[in-house]
Nanobody, 119 residues
Framework: QVQLVESGGGLVQAGGSLRLSCAAS????????MGWYRQAPGKSREMVAA???????TYSDSVKGRFSISRDNAKNTVYLQMNDVKPEDTAVYYC?????????????WGQGTQVTVSS
């Protein structure tokens, strides 16, 4: 089982930027699909961004053009760069890992990091 530890959450003003990090354990990180999900109060968890082992990113329509997912295989870390944040981006953000994008969300999860955007 992969251990995932998120960091970088906090309070940010609307229009600002934040970068989340997710450090993964193990030696298979470079082959794993990685993703970021979020869950706002009273809402179900949704996929925000995902990155295949080969490096192809996908984004939800709500963050496309504002958020960017990337990975550093040497550091076993995946990042989520959040730009031009909006109050509706407020949520707990979770890192996820799986052997393929198709199974992302059914694999391993981090504990989550809170992002709060003030208007």
């Amino acid at each position: 089982q992969v251990q995932l530890v998120e960091s970088g959450g906090g309070l940010v003003q609307a229009g600002g930027s934040l970068r989340l990090s997710c450090a993964a354990s193990g030696s298979t990180f470079s082959r794993k699909a990685m993703g970021w999900y979020r869950q706002a109060p009273g809402k179900s968890r949704e996929m925000v961004a995902a990155l295949s082992g080969g490096g192809t990113p996908t984004y939800s329509d709500s963050v496309k053009g504002r958020f960017s997912i990337s990975r550093d295989n040497a550091k076993n870390t995946v990042y989520l760069q959040m730009n031009d944040v909006k109050p509706e981006d407020t949520a707990v953000y979770y890192c996820a890992s799986a052997w393929s994008l198709a199974y992302l969300g059914s694999g391993d999860w981090g504990q989550g990091t809170q992002v709060t955007v003030s208007s």
